[in-house]
């Protein structure tokens, strides 16, 4: 008992010397911990207060961007990173899972770079099942789309124009559509009903054509010009011309200086348009674009009328109608169109919903034979994965963002803007993102009128996105000092106002920082 009791004193002696003599350790060998996202480092106060001066300077700016009453009762996602070292630098609500809208072409346009390259290209063919007999082709006449959503009139014009020099005058048989390319699936799963109508909601086919050079497959441009007189039907022209749609023309012209009111409307599950209200005499066009309900058959049809053009006639008890190609069919002519590389101006410049869809079957068709959303996406989730996302905190239901169930945090969007830096195809992508305040439309796209100030014009380079109630901008800008940055800034459940301004400032705030 005495040994123990000797040994607690001598213990208890120790244990006070050594805390005695703390205080001294620790005033010596001051330090701070310093907590990010990533990591945790131990440094020294002095050179804690430099290393993260700059950081919380940008962070304090951003925070207080955010904190407008307009924001108030919305979800904002903001991830910000470096483009160099990918090291996180801001997070706001990072890893909330937010509806990307058209920020999902992004992942589209970039895994279909990967998978398809920049070179690749969507064809059309005319084949034949029979035998030209002097100026008679006896036999059907197939025009077989595999997904060119770049197919214009002046195509089907000029594939008229070589069957006639190849001496087809007369076909004694069907002219048959074939779509088989794509499955026979129109509209993204979540597609709102009453958007379909419009060009943002375009069917998708693997045979369809586009009205004019902004390729909006699967559509039709409608203009309402002035009658003769008061009281006269307004004209209607279709482009380009079709027997496909009908016009219902309610419409009426009224005296010069009335005002102008005109509704141009196709009903859904229909193909006719109906055309309401009033125009007057000295009043200017109405134009609008409306989709197409099933485009194969426009597309067929608009090739008939090309063949027509041309001279050649359809004899004998010849039909148009949709099938399958054989296997043994000779082709006739065909067309490629632009390399995807080209294609991506006009796809992400102007938010092309139809072009991504396009892009999400054909990697379907191309990975696993099977031109299908369902397909596609799964290609998409494993280019995903591959570049570093976490898939399990993602949900892709289409190529275009059109669907209120897609979801991906801002910070998953900003890690996979960095790591596709790398990729040969990467300049491809770049240059496809719409570039602030430059007014060029197919440089500047939807981003044109937007952050024309020094510091951000031809600066920001970054993908829109807009739906009821969402707002998003991500991309690449480049800071007062130099420093290359990362973005993404997704806002979500707002009802009023715009959200536009609240993104530039933060773009704009990230132009003008100093990091030194």
Do not use: C
Not at 22 to 29: D, G, I
Request: charged fraction near 25%; proline fraction near 3%; charge should be negative.
């Amino acid at each position: 008992m005495n040994r123990k009791g000797n040994l607690n004193k001598v213990f208890l002696i120790f244990l006070m010397a050594i805390l005695a003599l703390m205080p001294l350790t620790m005033e010596e060998n001051t330090s701070v911990v310093i907590a990010s996202d990533d990591t945790k480092k131990v440094v020294s106060e002095e050179s804690a207060e430099v290393a993260s001066n700059e950081s919380t300077q940008l962070s304090e700016k951003v925070d207080e961007i955010l904190n407008d009453e307009r924001l108030e009762g919305a979800l904002t996602g903001v991830s910000i990173r470096s483009a160099s070292s990918g090291e996180s630098l801001y997070s706001h609500s990072g890893d909330i899972r937010l509806h990307p809208a058209s920020n999902q072409k992004i992942m589209t346009g970039a895994t279909a770079l990967d998978v398809l390259g920049p070179d690749y290209r969507f064809s059309t063919e005319v084949l034949t099942d029979g035998k030209l007999k002097g100026k008679v082709l006896k036999g059907n006449l197939y025009l077989k789309g595999k997904g060119d959503p770049t197919l214009m009139k002046k195509d089907l014009i000029q594939f008229a124009k070589e069957l006639k020099e190849k001496g087809v005058h007369k076909i004694k048989g069907d002219l048959i559509g074939d779509d088989n390319w794509f499955d026979d699936v129109r509209l993204s799963t979540d597609l709102n009903w009453d958007d379909e109508s419009y060009y943002t909601g375009a069917q998708i086919s693997a045979l369809t054509i586009a009205p004019n050079d902004d390729y909006d497959a699967g559509t039709v441009i409608v203009e309402v010009y002035p009658g003769e007189k008061a009281g006269a039907s307004p004209e209607v022209k279709l482009i380009p011309e079709t027997d496909y749609l009908t016009i219902v023309n309610k419409a009426k012209t009224v005296s010069g200086g009335e005002s102008k009111d005109i509704s141009i409307e196709r009903i859904h599950g229909t193909n006719n348009i109906v055309i309401e209200g009033n125009i007057p005499l000295d009043g200017s066009k109405s134009r609008v674009w409306r989709s197409v309900w099933e485009p194969t058959g426009y597309a067929l049809d608009v090739f008939k009328k090309a063949l027509e053009e041309q001279g050649i006639q359809l004899i004998g008890n010849s039909t148009v109608k949709l099938g399958v190609t054989p296997e043994k069919a000779t082709v006739l002519t065909s067309k490629q169109s632009m390399p995807l590389k080209d294609l991506y101006i006009p796809f992400m410049k102007l938010s092309n919903n139809g072009h991504a869809e396009v892009l999400v079957k054909e990697m379907g068709k191309f990975v696993h034979g099977e031109g299908s959303w369902d397909k596609g996406i799964e290609v998409m989730e494993e280019k995903l994965s591959e570049f570093g996302v976490d898939t399990d905190t993602v949900l892709l239901r289409d190529g275009s963002g059109m669907s209120h169930k897609n979801l991906i945090p801002a910070e998953q969007l900003t890690k996979f803007l960095y790591e596709i830096q790398d990729e040969s195809w990467f300049p491809v992508f770049e240059k496809s993102l719409p570039v602030a305040g430059m007014s060029e439309r197919l440089v500047g796209g939807t981003l044109r009128g937007r952050m024309t100030g020094d510091s951000t014009k031809g600066n920001v380079t970054a993908k829109t996105g807009s739906l009821t109630g969402v707002s998003t901008l991500s991309g690449y800008v480049t800071s007062k000092d130099g420093e290359e940055l990362i973005f993404s800034v997704m806002m979500n459940n707002y009802i009023d106002g715009s959200m536009t301004e609240i993104q530039d400032e933060i773009a704009t705030t990230l132009a003008e920082h100093d990091f030194e």
